[in-house]
T-cell receptor, first 117, second 112 residues
Framework: SAVISQKPSRDICQRGTSLTIQCQVD?????MFWYRQQPGQSLTLIAT?????????ESGFVIDKFPISRPNLTFSTLTVSNMSPEDSSIYLC??????????????FGAGSRLTVL | DQQVKQNSPSLSVQEGRISILNCDYT??????FLWYKKYPAEGPTFLIS?????DKNEDGRFTVFLNKSAKHLSLHIVPSQPGDSAVYFC???????????FGAGTTVTVRA
């Protein structure tokens, strides 16, 4: 499985500021995904980071709020812009891994826990 | 709209006994169901999956059962060990799609 490094692992941010999360993978991957886990909630897909083109956002998420970069096949960033306390979450990077009996398996990074005051 | 639901937020079980985690889904078009395990400060790690055309899949101490008519699946861990204490997420996906729809998770505590 791919090994994913995420930075920062945690941060405390002020309302109105922006923070960029980095995701580095130890091998080239086609598909990279950004998920969010709000406190007590499920993991929700924010967007698919596409190399060489704009990210594809899920319903309820917009590029102005969560701009994503994907400069190459091993790296991506997610920016959380103009943060409010509702953005306090764990943000997780994930990549395609393998198939298990036909199922597409994702590997996840350890996540970036953001607290917005 | 939550398509995958785990209605039990927590489960406590004695070491050596069986842990049964439940998951319900609303979309009958899902092709695969997966279980992930998450330790604190770590990302979720894949545990086991099952295709929608199967009703059971087993891997060591872990068995997943699927009841399509009830739109329900369960994960059995036998015997439960202290290292199994973690949050378990149920997820679902479509064929040829890496996007996963997750449940909210069940925290399992295995007591010595």
């Amino acid at each position: 499985s791919a090994v994913i490094s995420q930075k920062p692992s945690r941060d405390i941010c002020q309302r109105g500021t922006s923070l960029t999360i980095q995701c580095q993978v130890d091998s080239q991957v086609t598909m990279m995904f950004w998920y969010r886990q709000q406190p007590g909630q499920s993991l929700t897909l924010i967007a698919t980071a596409n190399q060489g083109s704009e990210a594809t956002y899920e319903s309820g998420f917009v590029i102005d709020k969560f701009p994503i970069s994907r400069p190459n096949l091993t790296f991506s960033t997610l920016t959380v812009s103009n943060m409010s306390p509702e953005d306090s979450s764990i943000y997780l990077c994930s990549v395609e891994d393998r198939r298990d009996s036909g199922a597409n398996v994702l590997t996840f990074g350890a996540g970036s826990r953001l607290t917005v005051l | 709209d939550q398509q995958v639901k785990q209605n039990s937020p927590s489960l406590s079980v004695q070491e050596g006994r069986i842990s049964i985690l439940n998951c319900d889904y609303t979309n009958s078009m899902f092709d695969y169901f997966l279980w992930y395990k998450k330790y604190p400060a770590e990302g979720p790690t894949f545990l086991i999956s099952i295709s929608s055309i199967k009703d059971k899949n087993e891997d060591g101490r872990f068995t997943v059962f699927l009841n399509k008519s009830a739109k329900h699946l369960s994960l059995h861990i036998v015997p439960s060990q202290p290292g199994d204490s973690a949050v378990y997420f149920c997820a679902a996906s479509y064929i040829n799609d890496y996007k996963l729809s997750f449940g909210a998770g069940t925290t399992v505590t295995v007591r010595a």
